[in-house]
Each structure stands twice: as structure tokens, then as C-alpha cells.
């Protein structure tokens, strides 16, 4: 097995996560970037976060923000990446704000999850997607507004298929920032699940992101998803970093 690179730290992985799966446009009230996305992007296109220390003040005038915007405030708190961001947590639970989608990060060296197996037609790397991957996509609920998102990404980036028996059978969106490749939107069609794909759409996201000189290969997936975490962690990716959401109670 090849050596390990040296980690990146977690802030790095949530830049790269940012990164990849970037908003529409963000708008900073003091110390806060309001994320403005389309809606049915997802949380990370358009929760608001802290890039620095926020007090009572700074957090009223970020809400009344949003809420002119007709926004319900959403906080993003990014576990252990932002110093800042223990305080924040606690400001927000004091005001009734409800924790939401604990997420961890997890990640793994690139040269750790490929294979020595030839690729064969397991999978390709295409870009712009083919009509399949999109309507695969669009079949789990990752419709026109989260595939928007990955067209926004102006780094290097690839939307893999995966196939199985000479049939189309998972897609995924992989993208690099700096060091880090980082995964979204796997889904595996229902038909052809536990038959590979997964694993083969993670040695291509591994092969595409060695090609584009990435060293770590990451991705963001709910405390809750068992089945996901036992999959990522039986290939031997490590959690790296987390965060959750704050939601604003209802007014």
C-alpha cells in the first residue's frame, strides 16, 4: 500500500466542500455570508455561516437579513473547521434554533481506494452528463437545482456512470479543490444496488481524482445513513471533520 500524504486540516476539507457545491451568490451581513441558492439546491448552497466571531448584534442583523429575503434563518455549524463556531452554536440553541442533519466528512488517500484491476466498462468520466446520468439522478430527487449546482463548479470536475451487466447503473459528481477530490450525489438505481457500483463509482471518482493530481479523495454523508457509512468506512475512509445545521424555530 502507498504511503499516506499528509491530512489536510478540517477546515481544508469544508473549503473543498464548499467549493464544489457552491451557491448562486453570497451577500455577507458583518461577519456572516448569507448563501443564496435556487431553491431544491440543498442546505449548503444557501445556509448561512460565520467566517468569524458573531455576537448577539451581528446574529440579529444576519436574521432580519434573511428574513426580509423571506428565508427561515439556517445556520451552518461546522464542527472543529471554525474556532468560532462553538459559541455560535450555543447563541443559536438559545434562541430555540433546532440542531438538523448532523453530517460527517469522511476521506481516504487517493491512492487507497484504487484498484489494480483494470477499469474495463465499469465506469467513465464524462462531462457535460449524458441524458441517463441526469434522469438518474432527477430519479433520486437530485433534480434541475442540485444538477445546477455542479455545472457552477468552475474547478476540474467529472460526473461519473457506473455500469453494471452492460446496463447504466449509479452515477456520481466528483470535483477537485487544491489537494482534495470531494464526492456528491452517488445513487445507485434501485434494480442493480448491491451489485457493485457503488465501489466501482468510488475506484473512478479515485482514478479521475489521481488524474487531476489530487492526494484525498472525501465526502459529506448524514450521521444517520448507516448503510452509506458502512460502505465508505469498509473501504477505508476515516472521518475527517463534521457539521449540522441550526434551524430557526417558526414565527
Avoid at 43 to 55: C, F, L, M, Q, S
Avoid at 104 to 128: D, M, N, Q
Avoid at 219 to 231: H, K, P
Wanted: hydrophobic share 45%; with cysteine.
Amino acid at each position: 500500500m502507498t504511503a499516506s500524504p499528509d491530512p489536510p486540516a478540517p477546515a481544508e476539507y469544508i473549503a473543498a466542500l464548499d467549493a464544489t457545491w457552491p451557491p448562486e451568490a453570497v451577500r455577507r451581513i458583518g461577519p456572516f455570508a448569507l448563501r443564496e441558492g435556487a431553491e431544491g439546491g440543498g442546505g449548503r448552497v444557501t445556509a448561512a455561516t460565520a467566517e468569524a466571531p458573531a455576537d448577539e448584534g451581528a446574529l440579529d442583523a444576519a436574521e432580519a437579513a434573511l428574513r426580509a429575503a423571506g428565508r427561515r434563518p439556517v445556520f451552518r455549524l461546522r464542527s472543529g473547521a471554525c474556532p468560532w463556531d462553538g459559541a455560535l452554536d450555543d447563541l443559536l440553541a438559545a434562541r430555540g434554533y433546532a440542531r438538523h442533519d448532523p453530517t460527517i466528512l469522511l476521506a481516504a488517500p487517493v491512492g487507497h481506494l484504487r484498484s489494480e484491476e483494470p477499469a474495463g466498462l465499469r465506469y467513465f468520466p464524462l462531462w457535460p452528463p449524458l441524458a441517463i446520468q441526469r434522469r438518474i439522478w432527477a430519479d433520486h430527487g437530485i433534480g434541475d437545482a442540485r444538477q445546477a449546482v455542479m455545472a457552477r463548479v468552475t474547478g476540474p470536475k467529472t460526473a461519473l456512470l457506473a455500469r453494471i451487466s452492460d446496463r447504466p447503473a449509479g452515477v456520481a459528481f466528483v470535483a477537485c479543490h487544491g489537494r482534495i477530490a470531494m464526492l456528491h450525489a452517488m445513487q445507485v438505481a434501485p434494480a442493480l444496488q448491491r451489485k457493485g457500483a457503488a465501489r466501482n463509482l468510488m475506484q473512478g471518482a479515485a482514478d479521475w481524482a489521481a488524474g487531476e493530481g489530487a492526494a484525498w479523495l472525501a465526502l459529506a454523508v448524514t450521521e444517520q445513513n448507516a448503510a452509506a457509512r458502512g460502505l465508505y468506512e469498509g473501504l477505508g475512509m476515516t472521518e475527517v471533520t463534521a457539521y449540522h445545521y441550526r434551524v430557526a424555530p417558526e414565527v
